[in-house]
């Protein structure tokens, strides 16, 4: 069983910063795209920014240039620093990845979520 545990949203003004963090543990041979989601009420869920095992990064459109990811492959773990910060970026942010067992299969896990909020 894979578990993905996030950490580090909040509560900020605009303009601020955060930087989330999501460890991936369980039993998996290993980690391909990891990457963040977020889902704004009324909104549909969203790419926000992956990363491959390779270091190859995606940003959307929306968050270019204000939020950078990473990922620590020694500690399975995943970061998304955001800054810049705006209203329209408070949603529920998920973190997401890809791993392989030792079968070569593939499976997608998702975190639990953590909110994000930016207001004034």
């Known amino acids: 069983q894979v578990q993905l545990v996030e950490s580090g949203g909040g509560s900020v003004l605009p303009g601020g910063s955060l930087r989330l963090s999501c460890a991936v543990s369980?039993?998996?041979?290993?980690?391909?795209?990891m990457g963040w989601y977020r889902q704004a009420p009324g909104k549909e869920r969203e790419l926000v920014a992956n990363?491959?095992?390779?270091?190859?990064?995606y940003y959307a459109d929306s968050v270019k240039g204000r939020f950078a990811i990473s990922r620590d492959n020694a500690k399975n773990t995943v970061y998304l620093g955001l800054k810049s910060l705006k209203p329209e970026d408070t949603a529920v942010y998920y973190c997401t990845a890809e791993t392989t067992d030792s079968n070569l299969g593939r499976s997608d896990h998702w975190g639990q979520g953590t909110q994000v909020t930016v207001s004034s």
């Open positions: 369980g039993s998996f041979f290993g980690i391909n795209v």
């Open positions: 990363i491959t095992s390779g270091g190859s990064r």
